[in-house]
Every structure is written in structure tokens, then in C-alpha cells.
């Protein structure tokens, strides 16, 4: 059956998010172990970059803003949970190792269903809960391996957990309210989020507050002329570029499907860099140790790759108000303990038909 429009915006929506996310991730790195030290000060520039360019758009007419503009409140609230996700995401990677920065991530979907449960009453399946146990396992055991676990690091870790779990939320609940384009939503929490994270910037990374000198980020900025420091520079202004891909191609993928299913793109991407990483950049097996971590990273990528189409096959027969795959694989009472709504309504219009 082909793809209709919409499911194909959907589907460019996540390969977009998925390769810019990925190259953000590790050029963010490139650009800490280069020497550049100033996380909060990073997302200030990725903000600003990404009010100029919605600018510039503007003034060539292929961007207009809303009718219908979104309260200051609104603005505060999710331009606040977007900067301190990723404020706390780049702490986290500048602080741990990037396995320890994917396991991280495998926390954000039960938080995520437990925040849309209490809060906003949404209820899961136990046909999707299924899935995504698969999913949180398969990259957990894939990871788990890399884990290097550090006091302050955990502590950013739990941090940008929550904060990314709740922006991603009001991401889509705050399009569907005011009836805004992720676009627009993006540009307009744009200087809140720039202004925010300035005044976190000049606190915590412009100013030396010990009696030791140390190099704060205008120093680094002082030196740009320096062979070091302007190759990381360049990276940084690289930066800048993606992060506006990853914003643009989150804010449309979850305004197209909801925070869930952006954390199952999330996790296939996980699962994706580690593949790269096997075939790209191969482990030395010369112990037994060695051996079992490779073994153990190909098994968890497998079985989180079969999560994700466990997914996405429960996703799209619940739209075609098809039987998925726990339908034909399952007995009939497995099938309505996973979901007993979809049985109670097929047996409410069976008795209507009779």
C-alpha cells in the first residue's frame, strides 16, 4: 500500500532528524575534546544562529508569523524546558562518555508515559509497552557496555532527562492548542531560549568565580585567531547549522506524531550509530572480554531493532484499524490482555450490527 503525503513528510521528518541528530552528537564532542568548554555558551549561539535564519526567511517572504501569537507564559514554559534539555544534554556529554550519554536516553520513555498518564491521562497499550521494552532493552544492553558513571555527570544525566521529557511533550500539546506549525513554534521561542541561556552563559562560563585563574569562553573568543581555536570555532559555527536541522525536524516530526514515537526514532538512531561504529571503526577482539562486548552490542542493536518495528507496526494497524503483528503471532487472550480496548469495542459493534 503506498505511502500517502502526509506519511511521507512523517518519514522525511525522521530520516532529517535522524542524520543531523547523529552528526550534532558527535561534532558536539569534536568541539568539547577540542578544547571549547562552554556547553551553555554553545546553546546560546545555536539559538541565536536559529533567530537569524527564521529572520532572514521572514524578510524573503518564504516564513510568516502567526495569526495567533503564543503567550509570554507559553513561550517561558517551553522555551525554559528546551533550553535546559539541551543545556543539561551538552553538560551530560561534556561530563560522561557518549555511551553514558545514550543510556540516558533510554529513561526519557517510561518518564515520558509516566508525565502523559498522570498529567494529561493518556493511556498506552500494552502492545506499545511491549514494544518499547524491547526497544529500552536491546539499546541498553548495546550501551551498557560504554558506561562510565560519574556523580556530576549522573546528576546532569537525571536533569536533562526530565527537561527533554517535558519539552517534548509541550512540543506537540502546544501545536495542536494554538494551531501553530513546528516552525513557527520554533521561531517563536527562539530569543526566549537565547535570552535564557545567555544569562546562564555569562554566570556560570564568563566569569571566574575561584581565586585560580582560569579561561573563560571570552577568552576563547580573545585567542580566535589561534590555529586550535579557530578550527574549533569553525566546528562550533558547524554546529549551529545542525542543531537548526535537529530543531526544525523534531518540532515537525513531533507535531506529526507525538513524543513517543520520537523517542522510538531516538533509539533507532542510538542503535544506527552503534552500527556504524562496529562497521566503521571495529573493536579489537584480543580477549575474552572484548569478545562478549561485541557479542553483547550486536544481540541488544538486534533486539532494539526489532522493538522499533514491533512499533511502528502497532502504530500503523492502529490507524488502519488493521490486526498487527501481536494480532496474528498471538492466542486470542494474549492478544486482548495486551489490548482489551480494541476487543471491547470490536464486540460493542458486533452487538450493534446485530
Known amino acids: ?37 562552554y556547553p551553555m555558551s554553545l546553546s546560546f549561539f545555536h539559538f541565536v544562529f536559529t533567530i537569524v535564519f527564521f529572520e532572514v526567511l521572514r524578510s524573503l517572504g518564504l516564513y510568516q508569523r502567526p495569526k495567533e501569537q503564543l503567550p509570554q507564559i507559553e513561550k517561558f514554559k517551553v522555551g525554559c524546558s528546551g533550553f535546559a534539555s539541551i543545556g543539561f544534554m551538552n553538560l551530560s556529554l561534556t561530563y560522561n562518555s557518549v555511551g553514558f550519554y545514550q543510556v540516558t536516553k533510554l529513561i526519557m520513555v517510561p518518564v515520558t508515559l509516566a508525565i502523559n498518564a498522570i498529567f494529561y491521562g493518556v493511556q498506552t497499550t500494552g502492545k506499545i509497552k511491549a514494544s518499547l521494552f524491547l526497544i529500552v532493552a536491546g539499546v541498553g544492553v548495546a550501551t551498557v557496555t560504554d558506561l562510565e558513571l560519574r556523580p556530576l555527570g549522573f546528576g546532569f544525566g537525571c536533569a536533562a532527562v526530565v527537561a527533554t521529557a517535558m519539552f517534548q511533550i509541550w512540543q506537540g500539546t502546544k501545536q495542536k492548542e494554538f494551531g501553530l506549525s513546528g516552525t513557527q513554534l520554533q521561531a517563536a521561542i527562539a ?139 498471538c492466542p486470542g487472550p494474549v492478544s486482548q490482555m495486551l489490548d482489551p480496548a480494541k476487543y471491547a469495542t470490536e464486540e460493542e459493534e458486533g452487538l450493534t450490527k446485530q
Request: aromatic share 12%; proline share 4%.
Open 1 to 37: 500500500m503506498p505511502l500517502d503525503a502526509s506519511e511521507v513528510k512523517s518519514l522525511a521528518y525522521a530520516v532529517l532528524n535522524v542524520a543531523s541528530s547523529v552528526s550534532l552528537v558527535l561534532l558536539n564532542k569534536r568541539v568539547f575534546t577540542g578544547g571549547f568548554f
Open 191 to 329: 530569543p526566549m531560549q537565547s535570552a535564557q541561556a545567555l544569562m546562564v552563559a555569562g554566570i556560570a562560563e564568563c566569569v571566574c568565580w575561584g581565586a585560580v585563574p582560569c579561561e573563560t569562553a571570552i577568552d576563547y573568543f580573545e585567542e580566535w585567531a589561534e590555529p586550535s581555536h579557530f578550527h574549533t570555532l569553525m566546528l562550533v559555527l558547524g554546529t549551529c547549522f545542525l542543531a537548526l536541522l535537529v530543531n526544525f525536524s523534531s518540532f515537525g516530526l513531533i507535531g506529526r506524531t507525538g513524543p513517543i514515537t520520537f523517542q522510538v526514532v531516538g533509539h533507532a538512531k542510538t542503535c544506527l550509530v552503534l552500527v556504524g561504529g562496529y562497521v566503521l571503526f571495529p573493536a579489537k577482539v584480543n580477549s575474552p572480554a572484548a569478545v562478549r562486548q561485541m557479542y553483547n552490542n550486536i544481540a541488544g542493536v538486534s533486539v532494539a531493532f526489532v522493538g522499533c518495528v514491533l512499533y511502528g507496526n502497532v502504530k500503523y494497524a492502529a490507524g488502519q484499524g488493521k490486526d498487527d503483528c501481536f494480532d496474528c503471532v
